[in-house]
């Protein structure tokens, strides 16, 4: 498989990241997905009781991916977590080699980061985006697209289309984000120019994940036209369709206000679906590529799959 220069700037054998999914990727996950030779993510969040210590849970998952891992492994900060600046804190004190940040402004933490030699990945939808993070001195980009799960970007610019024009806008290297589950995509997103690609609902459905059975099980059964955008006063937002969303869904085109959009979301209500199954009461973020997920196998599989897929493809062209 291509050697790239995310492979050499991260330490990883192959150009694939798992996506620091908020309230599920913990050590266990991440530690399985950098033992593979790809990027395994930490989530400050991951497991944590809805009123927890964000800092001490991520300082518990640290340590746990410390003892469990024999490769390199990040942390991913959304910026707009108000508890950021502590996380970024726990980071630095536990020396963690790479993080992902997103969300917010690449220059709020860039700078001090790339101090204490860690290198810095920041999430991006737009090429104003892309450029304004390498600027303020990050790494890499990672270009997510509209296929992505959970929150994406204003713009709504699907992957495909954001690639090539990241790529040509920008210097560092670049990694492809959003609907892509297989080799097939790896090599797509290759082909376009990114040297590198992030995961997150193929890595959701896999046996390290701690995700609810109920909520697996809906990415495994879903098709082409299951999930759905929400939120677009907020910040728009893809999820599995459920009885939640249909509702969100009535709300909105109700002409609703972002205040009272924010106020049926609630607090940390997405927590109660991903960890409890309950899908009916939360948002079950789920990226377009959930119609390319037919079964749960384990974080390593996914690693080797698209590892040994990648040739076959390409000879298809060849």
Not at 231 to 254: D, G, H, N, Y
Not at 273 to 292: I, K, M, P, R, V
Request: proline share 4%; aromatic share 4%.
């Amino acid at each position: 498989m291509k050697r790239t220069r995310v492979c050499d700037l991260l330490g990883i054998a192959y150009p694939i990241l798992q996506g620091g999914m908020l309230w599920l990727a913990t050590a266990e996950l991440a530690a399985a997905v950098s033992n593979a030779g790809a990027l395994g993510i930490l989530s400050p969040l991951a497991g944590m009781e809805a009123d927890g210590d964000a800092a001490n849970n991520l300082e518990l998952q640290i340590r746990k991916a410390k003892t469990l891992r024999g490769r390199p492994f990040g942390v991913n900060i959304p910026l707009d977590l108000r508890e950021s600046g502590v996380l970024m804190d726990v980071v630095l004190r536990h020396k963690v080699p790479i993080v992902v940040t997103a969300a917010g402004n690449p220059e709020l933490y860039t700078g001090l980061l790339k101090q204490m030699d860690v290198k810095v990945l920041h999430v991006v939808s737009s090429v104003k985006q892309a450029r304004a993070a390498e600027a303020s001195g990050t790494d890499a980009v990672i270009a997510e697209g509209i296929e992505a799960a959970a929150h994406d970007g204003f713009d709504e610019i699907p992957l495909f289309s954001l690639i090539p024009q990241v790529v040509d806008a920008v210097r560092v290297p670049v990694i492809a984000a959003g609907g892509i589950a297989d080799s097939r995509g790896l090599v797509a997103a290759m082909a376009l120019g990114a040297e590198g690609v992030q995961l997150g609902t193929r890595f959701l459905a896999v046996d390290e994940n701690i995700a609810h059975p109920n909520y697996k099980q809906a990415i495994v059964g879903a098709k082409d036209t299951d999930t759905v955008i929400t939120c677009r006063k907020l910040v728009p937002t893809r999820s599995l369709k459920t009885k939640f969303t249909a509702r969100l869904l009535e709300l909105e085109q109700s002409g609703a206000s972002a205040e009272e959009i924010r106020a049926f979301l609630g607090y940390r209500r997405n927590r109660r679906t991903q960890l409890e199954g309950d899908l009916s009461e939360g948002e079950a973020y789920c990226g377009a590529s959930a119609g390319l997920i037919k079964e749960i196998i384990p974080a390593a599989e996914v690693v080797r799959q698209m590892v040994k897929g990648w040739q076959g493809v390409i000879e298809k062209f060849l």
